[in-house]
């Protein structure tokens, strides 16, 4: 059973190893240098003397490295780690050592591989659950990962073993290092195709607190992309263009080549978020950047002025006019932001409409929305739900009325005055019928605990 490391060992061997080194090296047998390495640790173990516990430990896995004796070696992994009174730096120097001679098997021989494995497996067994060897059982499984995901062609292992890490509580790992593991488990939960574990992965790091070290931006550049790949899958496009801004001020993207296409895509896909006051908001800031004005195309960069002027769209001629670019953009092959691009520009022209009619006809709406009467109703409906405008449909005359409701820009229309006066009303209610229901258990209470104490008396 390991322990803590002494203030100070009950006897120094330093001495005695310096004589009994150069002896052992001139023993021909390895296995013989073995059983003297072997008598020696045990007598530093006892004596807890940790410094020269570390160097034979050292020289034991040397000499078996050495000689390709892997499973004695692993074998050692287990039985020197479970040693009594073996030091907890013992087994940590032990295991740190072992891991270093990994590197000299080579994973394009069969054999060598199952043996590189086997060693890590047992070294995943020796440091489960014990924290002063948590960094050194993070290193070995994403190896093993590693060799799951490249030479066995297993994600699903490889996932199964990096995602059981939980790096954030390491104490004993750098902080940039749990950052990177974090991050790989990402990626392979990403190419698994499992978005709602890379979401949970994701919550695990905090873009604010990727600052101030060596790879910070190479890493908000990698978590950033995660990011906006999780909210393509989503297709939340409102954080994209969060992301995508953030992205874009990391001065390593600015020197990509990529930098103009992340433009391209922000423009793309603030027309394609829902209008609210934090979409128009954010419509406006993208329209002043200058990066934005100076890099991208003056015909797709016309998106945005159309999409924030009361004017009516007319789909046909955006179809006409951005063909090519809709072609040959990854964005909209995707046949559900064609498609939402569509109801956008629907919307937009509900928008422009409610602006300046105060009624109107369905069929003229239709023709107006380029829509059957149906479509458009159903659109009406819609935004009416969604707190984007207020309006109410009168079917068996086949008008349609826009409340006129002064309001500040960009709240909710549906919380007008008498809307508030409502809410508050209901409100009032709710809380008498709740003082009510308290008085009522108030009685009750009063009237068990009579009824208990006459019971009592008799």
Known sequence: MSREDPIKAEKDFSATLDEQFPLIEKIPDYKQKLDKYLVLEKQTRQSSDLTSSKRILEKIVSTLAQNKDWDYLNDLIITLSKKHGQLKSSIQYFIQEVIKELKNLNESDPTQLETKMK????????????????????????????????????????????????????????????????????????????????????????????????????????????????????????????????????PLVQESKEYENYLISIIYYIILSTYDPHQNDLINKIQKNPNIIKTVDSKIFKLLEIFTTDELIHWSNIESIYKQEFTTSKIFKDSKNYENLQKRIIEHNLRVIN????????????????????????????????????????????????????????????????????????????????????????????????????????
């Not at 790879?215 to 990698?222: G, P």
């Open 355 to 458: 602006k300046f009619y105060q009624f109107i006809k369905l069929d003229r709406l239709a023709y107006l929305l380029q829509l059957s009467t149906d479509e458009s109703e159903k659109y009406v409906s819609e935004l009416v739900n969604n707190g984007k405008i207020v309006a109410k449909i009168n079917r068996p005359k086949g008008i349609v009325k826009f409340d006129k409701t002064k309001r500040i820009e960009g709240s909710d229309p549906r919380t007008s005055d008498n809307k508030i006066n409502g809410l508050l009303n209901d409100w009032c209610f709710d809380v008498d019928k709740l003082l009510e229901e308290v008085d009522s258990i108030g009685h009750l209470i009063n009237k068990e605990e009579m009824m208990y104490g006459i019971k009592q008396k008799v």
């Open 119 to 250: 060693l890590i497996e047992t070294i995943r067994v020796v440091t489960d659950k014990k924290i002063f060897v948590e960094v050194e059982r993070a290193i070995v499984s994403k190896q093993l990962a590693e060799i799951y995901l490249n030479k066995k062609n297993d994600l699903d292992k490889a996932v199964e073993i990096l995602c059981d890490l939980q790096v954030e509580t390491y104490s004993l790992m750098p902080f940039s290092d749990k950052i990177e593991y974090i991050l790989e488990q990402i990626q392979l939960t990403l190419q698994k195709g499992d978005y709602n574990q890379a979401k949970i992965l994701s919550r695990k790091i905090l873009l604010k607190s990727l600052k101030n070290f060596e790879k910070a931006d190479e890493f908000k550049k990698t978590y950033l992309k995660f990011l906006i790949d999780i909210n393509i899958f989503d297709y939340d496009y409102l954080s994209i263009v969060k992301n995508l801004l953030l992205l874009i001020e990391i």
